[in-house]
C-alpha cells in the first residue's frame, strides 16, 4: 500500500488525475471504475482540463461506476448516472455506451446486479478503480456490518451516511435508504485501486484504515489485502496525526 501525501485537495486531484493519465495514456483502451461524492470531483475536472488542451483522448476507455442510489432513475438529478454525465461525460470524448453504471430504478434488483456483474468481467476487468471513502468506512456502498457482500448487490444504507449525502439532497428525506454497489470482489478484482481522502473528517478512518486491522466493521481495511493500493491524502491527514501524537511511520 503506497501513501501519497498531497499540499491541499488541488494537489490531490492534480496527483489523482496524473496518475489516470496515465493509465489511458499506457493503454487507451483501459477499463476505469470510477466513484462519486464530492472528493472526485476535482479529479474530474483536472480529466476535463487534460482533454481540453489535447493531452487525453477518451474515445476508447470504458468506465465502471461503484453505486447508483435505488429508486433514482439516471436523469433524477441526483442520481449517479447524472452526475457522472455532468460532472466528467459530457464534457470529455468518452462514447457514452462504454460507460456503465447500475440502474436505479429497475424492478428485477437481482437481475440488475447479475447483469452488471456479468458486464464488468465481459469487458476484462477493472484496470484502474477510483475509490472515495465514508467516514464509516464504507468503500462504494458497501457499509460497515457483520459480513461484506461480495458482488453487486443491493444495500440498505447507514443513518450516517444518509446524513453525510444529505447535503447533496434538498432535505434529509429525500436521500434514499437504499442503493445498488459494486461487493468487496467486485472492487478487488480490479488491478489496480487508488483511493482518494480529503480533510479533516476523512483522517480518523485512514488512519484506521493504515493500522492494517481487518474488519468487516471497516469495509476499507479490507483493501489491506489487495496488492496494488494507492491513497492519496492531504495535510489534514498529518496534522490530525500530529494531534493524536503518532507518526505515520509508526501505524
Ligand atoms: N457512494 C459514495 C462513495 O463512493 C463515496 O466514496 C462516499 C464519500 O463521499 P465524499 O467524497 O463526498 O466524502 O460517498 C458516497 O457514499
Redesign the pocket.
Known sequence: MKILICENYEHLSEVASNIIEDKITANPKCVLGL??????EGTYQRLIDKYKQGSLDFSSVTTFN??EYYGLNGRHPQSYAKYMYDKLFKHINIDINNTNIPQGDVDDIKKECKRYEEAILEAGGIDLQL????TNG????NEPNAYLKTKTHLVKLKEE?IN??SRFFEKKEDVPTR?I?MGIKSIFRAKEILLLASGPE?APIIMELLKGQLSTYVPASILNLHPSVTIVVDKAFIEYLKKQNVELSAI
Open positions: 466513484a462519486t461524492g464530492g472528493t472526485p461503484l453505486d475509490l472515495g471513502i465514508g464504507h468503500i462504494g456502498f451516511t453525510a449525502n442503493a454497489t476523512k
